[in-house]
């Protein structure tokens, strides 16, 4: 089992900037990936970027050259630094941890980009 708890999501005008951690409960090296996921309203939940072990790192690519994604391992945190936001980036983002064949999800944070 793992729990994880997201934080850092708002309001923001769009070309701001906001980053969303995820803390997770045990080392976040010993998931074999681990990220962001995204949920539009209406919209399907899709990815946005993940690391995957190995040293793979996978971006959306309606996010690549404006989110990066990070992680401490002495925190068992990962971070999103999201950049140059647009309308379409509001969603509700939730981090992710997959340890298959368990995938576990935190609760959700808001993230809204509008004048």
């Known amino acids: 089992q793992v729990q994880l708890v997201e934080s850092g999501g708002g309001s923001v005008q769009p070309g701001g900037s906001l980053r969303l951690s995820c803390a997770a409960s045990?080392?976040?090296?010993?998931?074999?990936?681990m990220g962001w996921y995204r949920q539009a309203p209406g919209k399907q939940r899709e990815l946005v970027a993940e690391f995957i072990s190995g040293g793979w790192i996978n971006y959306a690519d309606s996010v690549k050259g404006r989110f990066t994604i990070s992680r401490d391992s002495a925190k068992n945190t990962v971070y999103l630094q999201m950049n140059s936001l647009k309308p379409e980036d509001t969603a509700v983002y939730y981090c992710n941890a997959r340890d298959p064949p368990a995938r576990y999800w935190g609760q959700g944070t808001q993230v809204t980009v509008s004048s």
């Open positions: 045990r080392s976040i090296f010993s998931m074999y990936a």
